[in-house]
């Protein structure tokens, strides 16, 4: 069983940054990939951005530029580093986390979601 607990969300002006962490833990090895994906009151769920199995990344446009997603499989941590955040970024921003698993890869893995606001 995998557990991901996210972290680092809040409240930030807008020009702010913050940096969200997603903790994997449970009998894993090692983070495979990851995404990041908000929701925002009233909308859809949407990507923001993906780090597949090769280290390649991709980025929503309305992020492309301002938000970094990495990973740190020494800590089995992944992380979205956003900067230049505007009020419409407000939303609940989950981490979506593939592992592996001793010889598996188990897909799929949701975070609790975490708060970030944008205000002034």
Request: hydrophobic share 35%; glycine share 12%; net charge positive.
């Amino acid at each position: 069983q995998v557990q991901l607990v996210e972290s680092g969300g809040g409240l930030v002006q807008p020009g702010g940054s913050l940096r969200l962490s997603c903790v994997a833990s449970g009998s894993i090895f090692s983070i495979y990939a990851m995404s990041w994906y908000r929701q925002a009151p009233g909308k859809q769920r949407e990507l923001v951005a993906a780090l597949n199995s090769g280290g390649g990344t991709n980025y929503a446009d309305f992020v492309k530029g301002r938000f970094t997603i990495a990973t740190d499989n020494a800590k089995n941590t992944g992380y979205l580093q956003m900067n230049s955040l505007k009020p419409e970024d407000t939303a609940v921003y989950y981490c979506v986390v593939a592992v592996r698993t001793g010889s598996a890869i188990q897909f799929n893995n949701w975070g609790q979601g975490i708060q970030v606001t944008v205000s002034s």
